[in-house]
């Protein structure tokens, strides 16, 4: 079927500026999905607030746009209750990291099948350019006019220690590597977490003299390698991309089922 | 058959009302003095093949159930004051999406942890306005274990009906009541299933496009119909929106479903009324102390007699004022600083002639105390 099959065109255009990954990540999302061959009554897409979160209102799908940081929250309650259906949940860096941490976290924990994608702009760029929890020390931001003084979080370390079962992290450069890898989270039975490096030339770029979006690609492909390669093992600066963790435990649907086998055995 | 008959508390008369309504999905958090509700649930929804969980704060509770509503479940979460507040904010996203849910309120003393093991009604104000933005909200209570049973069975059926979530604001003493419960045999109390929409697959549906009636018939998420829902102001397709049309149109909508429903919406009990120069106007678990009063008063030849509101919104104004017509004087009940009591002002013919009687100590209000504000009413002194 052909992407643009997956689209709502007649709500295009869409909100995103000049230059913004989000784009590029929604592409390579339809592409994925494309590839495994899902039909668009089979996709439930939850999202939060913030740039982006309106990619639900663009595709195809069962679209629910929620409120700031409960997305993880909405779709639990959306995959328990109907566990057939594959549920994707796309996240900003605050939305899934600041004021929805505690819902990614527990999600993780319960390793509920979905797809969590991390669209980390390391910026709030619906507001204006305000720090997040993934700014990073010593960027510049509009609520840091003296330099960010707050570390950030380490999406791939975090996920993996609240127990999600498929991580991995790569760029809106890299996109073969974004399509293989959502292709692989989607797939995933168990919680799935993407942080896709996703370039917000406007604000992150413009705070941060990170030039244009060409730039801040250009960035992207310097500063990261896959995990196993020679240039990561060279180079400790660099940042690897790749999946960093894929491994099946009790999902938590799965684990429901066989409560309610033995409620009803109980009871008889 | 011989009825069945539990002699159970009210949290767990909620738990049964629930089920009796068709209860199929419940998220919830621990809060005294609601936990009974989870932990029964937590027993019995996987025994008809329902689903419970657990979540990792009332946030997260509120947003699960709305969720799962969405697939087309039967939904609750239940939780005391400062749960309460923390839900507030998906509970309008609820109001705006339209996503029938029923949110308990066990109420506890406040403001903050307050009296986590004492019975107030100070969230009765919160229910209504506790979320942000112009809304209508509907909110039942119930001062027995029995009537625990049927308003939560009517806060699912007014959710199906208009789509909206309904708050179910009971109090500690009603949670914790021990009483004799008649369940009522299967059929014996209509349901409301949800109205689902007729439109085929491969056709167009509008998610928020309203029948001749006003209702919107939906469409399970999941199933042959793709839309979206926001929290945004949208139009007919759920889809985003700022035309200033849409956006009157939609407020109008979501508050007018309500408001012009209010007679049907409303459910009282009365007590003694016809006649009755004094009115008390109480509702929860201060309408038995109130009750009580009214019988011993009658026994005495006093004309006094209760007006026990189960509907607290959309306000029953229409009510209270027939039938506070004649009285000479009107006595609201309730605990807390007086939260119905000005809506009954706002109701009535002469607002001069309408009491306080309250207690907020966290001791539950007596018979003595309704008594000893009557008398300073009266002039006869305490």
Same mark, same amino acid.
């Given at each position: 079927?052909?992407?643009?099959?997956?689209?709502?065109?007649?709500?295009?255009?869409?909100?995103?500026?000049?230059?913004?990954?989000?784009?590029?990540?929604?592409?390579?999302?339809?592409?994925?999905?494309?590839?495994?061959?899902?039909?668009?009554?089979?996709?439930?897409?939850?999202?939060?607030?913030?740039?982006?979160?309106?990619?639900?209102?663009?595709?195809?799908?069962?679209? &629910?746009?929620?409120?700031?940081?409960?997305?993880? %929250?909405?779709?639990?309650?959306?995959?328990?209750?109907?566990?057939?259906?594959?549920?994707?949940?796309?996240?900003?860096?605050?939305?899934? &990291?600041?004021?929805?941490?505690?819902?990614?976290?527990?999600?993780?924990?319960?390793?509920?099948?979905?797809?969590?994608?991390?669209?980390?702009?390391?910026?709030?760029?619906?507001?204006?350019?305000?720090?997040?929890?993934?700014?990073?020390?010593?960027?510049?931001?509009?609520?840091?006019?003296?330099?960010?003084?707050?570390?950030?979080?380490?999406?791939?370390?975090?996920?993996?220690?609240?127990?999600?079962?498929?991580?991995?992290?790569?760029?809106?450069?890299?996109?073969?590597?974004?399509?293989?890898?959502?292709?692989?989270?989607?797939?995933?039975?168990?919680?799935?977490?993407?942080?896709?490096?996703?370039?917000?030339?406007?604000?992150?770029?413009?705070?941060?003299?990170?030039?244009?979006?060409?730039?801040?690609?250009?960035?992207?492909?310097?500063?990261?390698?896959?995990?196993?390669?020679?240039?990561?093992?060279? +180079?400790?600066?660099?940042?690897?991309?790749?999946?960093?963790?894929?491994?099946?435990?009790?999902?938590?649907?799965?684990?429901?089922?066989?409560?309610?086998?033995?409620?009803?055995?109980?009871?008889? | 058959?011989?009825?069945?008959?539990?002699?159970?508390?009210? +949290?767990?008369?909620?738990?049964?009302? %629930?089920?009796?309504?068709?209860?199929?999905?419940?998220?919830?958090?621990?809060?005294?003095? =609601?936990?009974?509700?989870?932990?029964?649930? =937590?027993?019995?929804?996987?025994?008809?093949?329902?689903?419970?969980?657990?979540?990792?704060?009332?946030?997260?509770?509120?947003? %699960?159930?709305?969720?799962?509503?969405?697939?087309?479940?039967?939904?609750?979460?239940?939780?005391?004051?400062?749960?309460?507040?923390?839900?507030?904010?998906?509970?309008?996203?609820?109001?705006?999406?339209?996503?029938?849910?029923?949110?308990?309120?066990?109420?506890?003393?406040?403001?903050?942890?307050?009296?986590?093991?004492?019975?107030?009604?100070?969230?009765?104000?919160?229910?209504?306005?506790?979320?942000?933005?112009?809304?209508?909200?509907?909110?039942?209570?119930?001062?027995?274990?029995?009537?625990?049973?049927?308003?939560?069975? $009517?806060?699912?059926?007014?959710?199906?009906?208009?789509?909206?979530?309904?708050?179910?604001?009971?109090?500690?003493?009603?949670?914790?009541?021990?009483?004799?419960?008649?369940?009522?045999?299967?059929? $014996?109390?209509?349901?409301?299933?949800? &109205?689902?929409?007729?439109?085929?697959?491969?056709?167009?549906?509008? *998610?928020?496009?309203?029948?001749?009636?006003?209702?919107?018939?939906? =469409?399970?998420?999941?199933?042959?119909?793709?839309?979206?829902?926001?929290?945004?102001?949208?139009?007919?397709?759920?889809?985003?929106?700022?035309?200033?049309?849409?956006?009157?149109?939609?407020?109008?909508?979501?508050?007018?479903?309500?408001?012009?429903?209010?007679?049907?919406?409303?459910?009282?009990?009365?007590?003694?009324?016809?006649?009755?120069?004094?009115?008390?106007?109480?509702?929860?678990?201060?309408?038995?102390?109130?009750?009580?009063?009214? $019988?011993?008063?009658?026994?005495?030849? $006093?004309?006094?007699?209760? &007006?026990?509101?189960?509907?607290?919104? *959309?306000?029953?104004?229409?009510?209270?004022?027939?039938?506070?017509?004649? %009285?000479?004087?009107?006595?609201?009940?309730?605990?807390?600083?007086?939260?119905?009591?000005?809506?009954?002002?706002?109701?009535?013919?002469?607002?001069?002639?309408?009491?306080?009687?309250?207690?907020?100590?966290?001791?539950?209000?007596?018979?003595?105390?309704?008594?000893?504000?009557?008398?300073?009413?009266?002039?006869?002194?305490?």
């Amino acid at each position: 079927m052909p992407i643009k099959d997956y689209l709502r065109e007649r709500f295009f255009p869409h909100i995103w500026c000049p230059g913004c990954g989000h784009g590029t990540v929604l592409n390579c999302l339809l592409r994925a999905v494309e590839r495994i061959g899902l039909s668009k009554n089979e996709i439930v897409m939850v999202s939060g607030i913030g740039c982006s979160s309106r990619i639900s209102g663009y595709v195809d799908f069962h679209t &629910l746009h929620t409120m700031h940081g409960r997305a993880a %929250a909405v779709a639990t309650g959306v995959k328990i209750s109907r566990p057939e259906l594959t549920v994707i949940v796309p996240m900003g860096d605050g939305d899934s &990291l600041a004021i929805g941490g505690n819902h990614f976290i527990h999600a993780a924990r319960r390793n509920i099948d979905m797809t969590a994608l991390v669209m980390n702009n390391r910026i709030y760029g619906m507001t204006g350019g305000q720090h997040s929890p993934l700014t990073g020390y010593g960027s510049g931001a509009t609520t840091a006019p003296y330099k960010n003084i707050e570390p950030s979080f380490q999406v791939v370390d975090l996920a993996m220690a609240a127990g999600a079962t498929f991580v991995a992290r790569t760029t809106t450069y890299h996109v073969r590597q974004l399509v293989d890898v959502l292709v692989k989270a989607i797939r995933h039975k168990g919680f799935s977490v993407v942080e896709i490096w996703s370039q917000c030339p406007t604000y992150f770029g413009r705070k941060n003299k990170a030039g244009d979006a060409v730039a801040m690609l250009k960035h992207y492909k310097e500063s990261t390698a896959a995990i196993g390669s020679e240039a990561l093992e060279q +180079n400790p600066n660099l940042v690897g991309r790749g999946v960093f963790l894929d491994e099946q435990r009790p999902e938590l649907c799965e684990e429901y089922e066989r409560v309610i086998q033995q409620a009803r055995q109980g009871r008889q | 058959m011989p009825q069945v008959v539990k002699f159970v508390q009210g +949290n767990e008369a909620c738990v049964e009302g %629930a089920l009796y309504a068709g209860l199929n999905f419940f998220a919830g958090y621990p809060i005294t003095p =609601s936990t009974e509700i989870a932990e029964h649930l =937590s027993l019995r929804l996987p025994q008809v093949g329902a689903k419970f969980i657990e979540m990792e704060d009332e946030i997260a509770s509120m947003s %699960a159930i709305i969720g799962a509503s969405l697939t087309g479940c039967k939904v609750m979460t239940a939780t005391s004051g400062p749960g309460f507040s923390l839900m507030q904010e998906a509970l309008g996203y609820a109001v705006m999406a339209e996503i029938p849910c029923v949110v308990v309120n066990v109420q506890r003393g406040g403001p903050s942890t307050g009296l986590p093991t004492h019975a107030s009604q100070g969230d009765v104000m919160q229910a209504r306005w506790g979320t942000h933005g112009d809304h209508s909200i509907i909110a039942l209570t119930a001062g027995t274990v029995q009537d625990v049973f049927r308003m939560t069975v $009517e806060a699912f059926n007014l959710a199906e009906t208009y789509r909206t979530p309904v708050v179910l604001l009971f109090d500690e003493v009603t949670g914790h009541t021990r009483e004799r419960l008649f369940l009522p045999e299967p059929d $014996e109390i209509p349901l409301v299933e949800r &109205l689902r929409t007729s439109v085929p697959q491969d056709v167009n549906y509008h *998610p928020y496009l309203p029948r001749e009636d006003g209702r919107l018939p939906m =469409s399970d998420f999941g199933g042959v119909h793709r839309y979206n829902v926001t929290g945004l102001y949208h139009d007919m397709w759920g889809f985003p929106s700022e035309d200033p049309h849409t956006v009157h149109d939609l407020i109008h909508h979501l508050v007018d479903k309500i408001e012009t429903s209010v007679n049907s919406i409303a459910l009282y009990k009365e007590y003694y009324l016809d006649d009755a120069e004094c009115i008390l106007i109480s509702y929860g678990s201060p309408a038995r102390s109130a009750r009580h009063l009214v $019988e011993s008063g009658r026994l005495s030849g $006093e004309r006094i007699g209760l &007006l026990e509101l189960q509907t607290l919104w *959309p306000f029953p104004a229409h009510v209270v004022r027939e039938r506070c017509r004649e %009285a000479s004087y009107v006595v609201v009940v309730e605990m807390n600083m007086g939260q119905i009591v000005k809506s009954v002002k706002e109701a009535v013919d002469r607002p001069e002639r309408v009491f306080l009687a309250n207690r907020v100590d966290g001791t539950f209000i007596t018979y003595k105390d309704i008594g000893n504000t009557l008398r300073l009413i009266q002039g006869r002194g305490v």
